[in-house]
């Protein structure tokens, strides 16, 4: 292998994996390739590294401060991806290795250059995954594939705000498609409405640990489903409901599909609150068991950092009609079918979090209303 093509292949290698965005050495190595093409780019090293010609790339390799600095930074990175490298959760989260924690969030913040995130939700998140990568804790964490990212803000003349989408390109993303255990990308499906919603998943690697993102621009959906998961934070109530159902129905789906089995799920915030109700289907499913007693289980094992979800009701039981009869688990009920009648209403908590070993009562309740249904619902709440 000659001097540039092991230089390239090194800068290439490090420039897809996230560990790069918190170590200062290694940005100071890929602004000084081409520092006017790396304030162009947004920082993005993916960009400047794929943007470097063949002569550039030759008249690197024969600077060799340069060479000896790329060597260093590559020994660093792949001393610390090994799965013997010393680090605190080796000896205090040792279970964590076989099956991680599942870390659910709408947005991550990890870097300008992978634009899913808008604010400090974001960045927490993406603070989460590169302390949980330092200390060696073992995680996956699970995200939507905004190719149009949040709006950025224009100002015109007369000081009122515009917003403006610009859609990432994949080619420059340090995203690659997630492989299943059978080796073909991860697909995955799911109930919306009347429709079925599919999803590809990308995996970003982020130092130790992965990042999936689940991407509905695929050909086997409808124009508007396709552009479900384009956006951060976009559209009417409708849009956003069934954007969570994605995240929390979708994002175990992905986990299932990608072969990943998790020890416990972590919801930040409620947009991911779905997943306990995914997940609870699942294990009765496996087990027989009824709705309560694997709710106990899903409840001991799930974590959240402040569910504020509050969604009108009309939208929620419309995109969840095809899941309801897994989902709803009523003590006791007292229904009269007639023409004549006006209401149906029962009500569901999703499970999120995990207090004092119970299903905590942060959540959301849901009460559908159906024009042909009386129900008189004694459905038992958390």
Request: aromatic residues 10%; neutral net charge.
């Amino acid at each position: 292998m000659s001097p540039e093509e092991k230089l390239y292949r090194q800068l290439h290698e490090l420039s897809m994996n996230m560990w790069w965005a918190w170590n200062p050495s290694v940005i100071k190595l890929f602004r000084d390739l081409d520092p006017e093409g790396f304030r162009a780019s947004k920082h993005n090293p993916l960009k400047v590294v794929k943007s470097l010609t063949p002569e550039r790339v030759r008249a690197l390799a024969q600077d060799a401060a340069l060479r000896a600095r790329a060597d260093r930074v590559y020994r660093e990175f792949h001393a610390y991806v090994s799965p013997n490298a010393h680090t605190w959760a080796q000896t205090e989260a040792a279970p964590l290795r076989v099956r991680p924690v599942a870390y659910f969030s709408a947005e991550f913040g990890i870097h300008e250059s992978l634009p899913i995130y808008s604010g400090g939700l974001g960045v927490l998140a993406g603070d989460h995954i590169k302390t949980a990568s330092d200390l060696g804790l073992a995680l996956v964490a699970v995200g939507l594939f905004y190719r149009e990212s949040y709006f950025r803000q224009q100002i015109d003349a007369e000081g009122y705000q515009h917003a403006e989408y610009v859609t990432a390109s994949e080619e420059f993303l340090a995203a690659t498609r997630k492989l299943g255990p059978d080796g073909r990308p991860v697909m995955i499906h799911l109930p919306l409405g009347r429709e079925r919603l599919f999803a590809q998943v990308w995996q970003v690697n982020v130092g130790r640990n992965q990042l999936l993102l689940l991407d509905t621009d695929v050909e086997s959906n409808t124009p508007e489903n396709r552009k479900l998961s384009a956006r951060l934070y976009f559209g009417d109530q409708h849009t956003r409901i069934r954007q969570e159902l994605l995240l929390g129905v979708g994002g175990i789906r992905a986990l299932r599909a990608s072969g990943i089995e998790w020890s416990g799920l972590h919801l930040n915030e409620g947009h991911s609150a779905f997943a306990t109700l995914e997940y609870a289907r699942l294990r009765m499913e496996e087990t027989g068991a009824d709705f309560w007693s694997v709710a106990q289980d899903v409840a001991q094992s799930t974590v959240f950092t402040n569910v504020s979800l509050r969604s009108p009701m009309f939208f929620i039981a419309r995109a969840t009609a095809p899941m309801l009869p897994a989902w709803v688990v009523p003590t006791k009920i007292n229904s009269t079918l007639s023409r004549g009648s006006t209401q149906m209403g029962f009500t569901w908590k999703p499970l999120c979090t995990l207090r004092d070993g119970v299903i905590g009562s942060d959540c959301f309740a849901i009460h559908i209303t159906d024009s042909r249904v009386n129900c008189l619902n004694d459905t038992r709440m958390i």
